[in-house]
């Protein structure tokens, strides 16, 4: 096995040249050699995550497999001044675990434990890197799930979760990763291991885990997550409504809303997502000549869900809807569900890349906001699908591309920012579930003003005053802005240029 | 320069930067929370409460914030402050979107305002504090809580987005007006709760629910506790979703809620079904049957007045407690003479005492709060013991960031005093 | 643009439809048991197109996850985008053997045996034998103690080889039973043939109670499957032009096999030898396929017992064929189906790869006999020879009850068996 290899990516001085080989020493001393990555085309493989526009390979990676190692690894960063960047599973896409230049890639993968249920108190005590729809597997004989439910929940982790504040389609009615987390323990940015919150939701004083949540890796890294556990609904129906287009579909779900109907999750798939979820493995039998469907779910108590697929007919026949189909049993509930959550990765049959939005709107806005994106799509002439959290206003317009083009990955940023910007003169924001990341850190000014990014750095200098953890996301970066072209965003490291 | 003297030429020098319209000397002798008050700040607007944060910064003028001052006595206790910066001016419901059911208020509205405003058109505010001046930068900054938590969950989970002047007098916004967003820091959960020590909130927005089609109200005397509690305890595993708030309530409190005298060891479960006319009708059905519960009628206001019991006592402790550890957590309280209201699908117990001996009615909540591993506020307190403890409990390791994040927010220490956990 | 590596290019044409969405990474054994990016579906498809791009070494890390990776083509069942994983797999291996970067001594042994003994019926035949007298004598494990580790554990899989007239060749018809339903060509295969014969025998008499008259044509060879596993495509597409040309003499209603192996390389034939192969593939079903596509008769008689049903990858991820084995036992009366945690997931056994990686293969075995173990089954039913010989091993090593069968024996028990 060889040693790092820093020179190459080493920038600013951010490693020290000759401190390379103890470093690694060091970590290998810590988890092991098996525990340790540190050839060139170990490190290549890590050099993105889902959000693939972009790439840096890191100096090392490591997998502890307990806290005390994690926090022994972020001391050795410490005293070796290196950056470090926690990774999950690496589903995320908008490069929260992407490697900065000389940094140690701290992979939780290999803490997969779940450390405790408690059926009594709803709650279960898991290591970070244990894989989202596991711990529900893992509970479901009790009447239990764990609500959070990302479209990658069949890969990514609870750890990547709570740095990203993931939600999914049942996000509508359950709320997000953030509502279903009562405590962390995390290594902190100096290497002490400190203990947020309390099992009962309640801790008394400031809400440190709310501040935690979401925070993208930035302000330490969670290595025992305290989760809270629902009961499985007694009842769930799940309705596919067929549409003539997606803004008729948009429409309906915000008279649902306004109506005052919650259902558990509204997600709308379009024509030509449609076409690729049904060409895959995930194919549901979605009608193929439909302009968009909507698959609308209730659940809760079994006497007042009648009423409710009533009324959601009532709406959908008011939309133009051609038809209504429920789910027969839980063979085909689970197929709509499939179709939904493969349809992302189903992209790749559309073009070699994808570049996934997400941003939210005011529900009301949908359909003028789903209307200018196409707009710009057509006029950037690119390939435009979507596939949203349509109850949340929660947009996914993904386009396919391919990025050996240059010409056209320069019209799918460009086309990017103006969507971007679309959807806050709407009045929404740039990002609902995604995070900021790399990906939209220099469209953050879209959204706040200078003096707002200066609070957030309060909170995060509280926490990480050097700024070595997950350094380079979530905050704009000083070299650059929301206008600079492609290429200064970092987007020279694509390969083919 | 003494320090004394300085304080006064800068209260004064604070008052003549904002002007009449804004500041005001207030007379001699005037208190708020214990402390002595010269300066009165009453801002109009967002820019205003800017400019009064500058310049108590600049002149490095601590004041105490307040809303609808029904909370006053939440947090350790205050240290010396020139004067009270209320929000009750910044007033009035921004915006109201009635189609998303998403709403933008001022910091000083007050929840009743809000609350009513929305029912009308068929939404609902996720937020029963008790006071009936309670505003709705108040309830945030204290993370106000009712009986309807059982349903609501806190208020936190509805709280989309808000304005917040940080105390060097920056206007900052953090989150939006959607339901669901993950652009840059949560800070609004870090700020709900703070006591308003790191900023001042000037607006937010709100998520609301949709109202339901129909509220029934429904009270059960049991002659014991032991009944009482086996029953209230096991709501939630009986799965009634229309339940949107249950309280159990027990000593002094009970008989106000009309738990017969006599009855000394009884107690009164109080229940509010709510939702679509099917499901509240079968559990409502369901709790005559089990327990001979009455339904109330709604002028009776039985939940307002369990929110004013459950903001009463001269001594009052909340411990948040896990439903399998709510059981062995009360009867002790009971002993000790406290009057108990539970929550028990919210986890929540408040102990109250109007005339139990200081010293030792603490002791109890201490170690009852240790014995359930309970997280324990402390949140009414005679003055004279207020100072000995920190209300939150020990911070622990978490001191030095607690300090951290008030020393970056704060420096200059001007927002609540003393106020925070581990702040002291 | 630069042009990617001219071997390597049908290769990165697959690369092409990955998103890099990571929907693989749980399917992945050999990830959930190093927690490694490297080791995943998702990894190897990245250093594949870092290979073509020119980014990566060809002969360095890949070609070390190209052959730690069980091809059990789980992944492919969880891929959204249909990334044709295997295949890519297997060029992959055959580029890396082509440029020479795979020399161990284990793999040169491994693809000499391959080449010179299982490509040949009657050198098979020979070695099969005379490890069945070595068996019986007691030999063998006299002669475990003096061989290199990996030839160790290969006789340690080996189940008890079929005395001689056991092992005698299967009738080359056999007539339907009943009312004639259709008339189907068996392919017989190579170790399945020798040391599976009983299993052969059972499935001939299946079909045959089904209705079916069965043909065994002469001159039939090896598929393919573990040359091309192992790298050797070249030698692959001989035998499945060989096959092709066997099979083709005759029209028949399916050509039926009992080896998930064999099978999906068989339909992969197509894909080996366009156009020629494509008439084989387009006929080749799995006998609980095809029975529970035709529709089962009845079994008389009864199997009382409690029985796991495991998935051979080859059948679920490779011919994507899940429900139907199971339904097929669900009609055997006395039958009780027990599920269990992960039947989906590969058992370790990949063709050669618990000898040419035993650690991950051990690993990997592991994982599955919790499972299997923790459902408590008197039978534990797979259809694959691989995986019998692994799952075998497994039971052995863990002491447990259960015996290791084939669906069709039991299909073939509860014909036979008097209700």
Redesign the interface.
Known sequence: MSTPDPSPHAAEGSLPGSGGDALAARLRAIVGSDGL?V????L???E???L?LEACRPTAVV?PETTAQVAAVVRACRAAGVPFVPRG???GLSGGAHPVPGSVVI?C??M?KILAV?A????AVVQP?V?N??LSDAIQHLGLFYAPDPS?Q???TIGGNVA??S?GPH?LKY??T??HVLAVEVV?PDG?I???G??????????????F???EGTLGIATEVTVRLT?LP?AIETLLVIFPDVVTACRAV?EV??????PAAMEILDQRTIAA?E????AAGLPRDAGAVLICELD??A??LD??VERIREIARANQASDVRVAEDETQRAQFWKARK????????LA???YVHDA?????KLPEVIAQVCEIADRHRLRLSNVF?AG???LHPNISFDR?DEDELGRVIQAGGEILAACVAA??????????GVE?RDY?PL???E??????R??????D?DLVCNPGK?FPTTRFCAESNPKARGYDQV??E | MSEASGAVHSVQAVQQELGADVASMQAPGQELAGQRIELSLRPRDGAELASCLRALSEHEQPVVVTGGCTRMGLGNRLGDVAGVLSTERLSGIVEFDEQDGVLQAMAGTRVSEVAAAVVARGWELPVDPPGGTTTIGGAIATAATGPRRHHYGPLRRSILGLDVVLASGERTRCGGRVVKNVTGYDLAKLYAGSLGTLGVIESAWLRLRPAPEETRTLVAVFASDASGRAFALGLEAARRDSVRAAALVSGAPAAELGAPTGHAAGCVLVVECAGDPGSVARDADWLVAETGARAVPEEARLLGRLRELQGSGRLRARLAVLPSKLSRTLTPLADAGFGVIVYPGAGFVYAVAEDVENAEALATVDAVASDVCADLLIEAIPDEARGARDVFGDPGAAAPLLRSLKERFDPHRILNPGRGQGFR | MKEPIKELASVYQGTLDCVHCGLCLTSCPTYLATGRETSSPRGRVYLMRGAAEGRVELTGLLAEEAHLCLGCRACETACPAGVPYGAMLEETRAVLQASGARTSMAARLERGLLRNVVAHKNRLRAVVGLLGFAQRLGLDRLAARLLPASLRDALALMPRVPSGPDRAPLPETTPAQGERRGRVAFFTGCLMSEVFAPVQQATVRVLAANGFEVVVPAGQGCCGALHAHAGDLEHARGLARHNAAVFGRDDFDAILLDSAGCGAAMREAGHWIPGEGDAMASKVRDVCEFLDAVGLRTPTGRYDARVCYDDPCHLVHGQGVEAAPRRLLRQVPGLELVAHANPTRCCGAAGTYNLTQPEMSAIVLADKMDALCAADPEVIATGNPGCMMQLAKGVAGRGARARVVHPVEILDAAYRTPA
Request: aromatic share 6%.
């Open positions: 990555l050839r060139d085309d170990e290549f493989v890590y993105c995550d889902g693939t997998l599973a690496g589903t992979e993968s290999r997969k408690d009594e108190n709803r709650t890197g894989v729809a596991d990658s069949l890969a990514c990203e504040n939600g996000t709320g997000a953030t509502d902190m002490e400190l203990r947020l309390s099992p009962t939701g309640a801790a008394s004083g400031l809400d440190l885990v709310g501040a949540v979401g925070s009961a007694e915000g809303i306004g109506t005052g109907l919650v979820v060409d895959s493995v995930y809760g108590a006497v007042s009423p409710q493969g349809a992302f990765g189903a992209m790749g049959r070699p890349d994808l939210v709107v005011p529900r009301a959290h949340d206003g929660n050996r009045g929404g924001v740039i990002t609902g579930e995604h995070g900021v939209k953050l959204v706040f003003s003096a707002d990014l200066d609070a957030m309060r909170l995060r200098a509280a926490f005053p979530a390969p083919f």
